[in-house]
């Protein structure tokens, strides 16, 4: 069985200050990471993924997030806020599993973490 | 532009209507997804399809149908049957069925029912 679980429900910074949104999961495969970000009313989009190639990845709009096998991390970062990344961002897992004989991906979401950035 | 579209934006029922909600992607993906997601509970799957004719049931699949039976469409139907059917609801597509591909989601439906 595979679970994520962001460790904040709610994570609040000032505009220009750093940004850190934490992740950790279980998984019994390798497998997948990605965070989405959800603007509100809105769909999710996202900003970057592993799938076990390099441990550090860089995303879209400044958002890194390094993967940590040891620690079951996938820890979302970047180095200074902006008002525009006011939002919704959750942590994704997936991995390969059977069904009838049919391999597939699933994925698990995270509860969600919303991100405020104050002026 | 490649994408996703869902409609309505916002959707009213009376209890005990069925309704169904629309996708469409122009992406040229195999796999489509349904999701729902409540305050607080990240996202759930409801029905997924690997590849057009076949679809199968995700986490919470009871009291709601699904078809495909084109590439580019994937429409939900909410029955009278779904006890709680207040939500937004997402509908997703990726390229292949599989863990490293990731999932491009359109801009949701919200729907309620009174």
């Known amino acids: 069985a595979q679970s994520v679980t962001q460790l904040d429900s709610h994570v609040s910074v000032s505009e220009g200050t750093p940004v850190l949104l934490r992740c950790n999961y279980s998984s019994s495969y390798s497998p997948s990471l990605f965070w989405y970000v959800q603007h509100p009313n809105k769909g999710l989009q996202l900003l970057l993924k592993?799938?076990?190639?390099?441990?550090l990845v860089k995303g879209i709009n400044g958002f890194e997030a390094e993967f940590k096998k040891s620690e079951t991390s996938f820890h979302l970062t970047k180095p200074s806020a902006h008002m525009s990344d006011a939002a919704e961002y959750f942590c994704?897992?997936?991995?390969?599993?059977?069904?009838?004989?049919?391999?597939?991906?699933?994925?698990?979401f995270g509860q969600g973490t919303i991100l405020t950035v104050h002026p | 532009d490649g994408g996703i579209t869902q409609s309505p934006k916002y959707l009213f029922r009376k209890e005990g209507q069925n309704v169904t909600l629309s996708c469409e992607q122009n992406l040229n993906h195999d796999a489509m997804y349904w999701y729902r997601q409540d305050p607080g509970q990240g996202l759930r799957l409801i029905y997924y399809s690997q590849i057009v004719n076949d679809f199968q049931k995700g986490d919470i699949a009871e009291g709601y149908s699904v078809s495909r039976e084109k590439k580019e469409s994937f429409p939900l139907t909410v029955t009278s049957a779904q006890k709680n059917p207040t939500a937004f609801y997402l509908c997703?597509?990726?390229?292949?069925?599989?863990?490293?591909?990731?999932?491009?989601f359109g801009p949701g439906t919200r729907l309620t029912v009174t």
């Open positions: 997703a597509s990726s390229k292949e069925w599989g863990r490293t591909y990731e999932q491009y």
């Open positions: 994704v897992v997936s991995v390969t599993t059977n069904a009838g004989g049919t391999s597939y991906g699933k994925l698990t």
């Open positions: 592993y799938t076990s190639a390099a441990t």
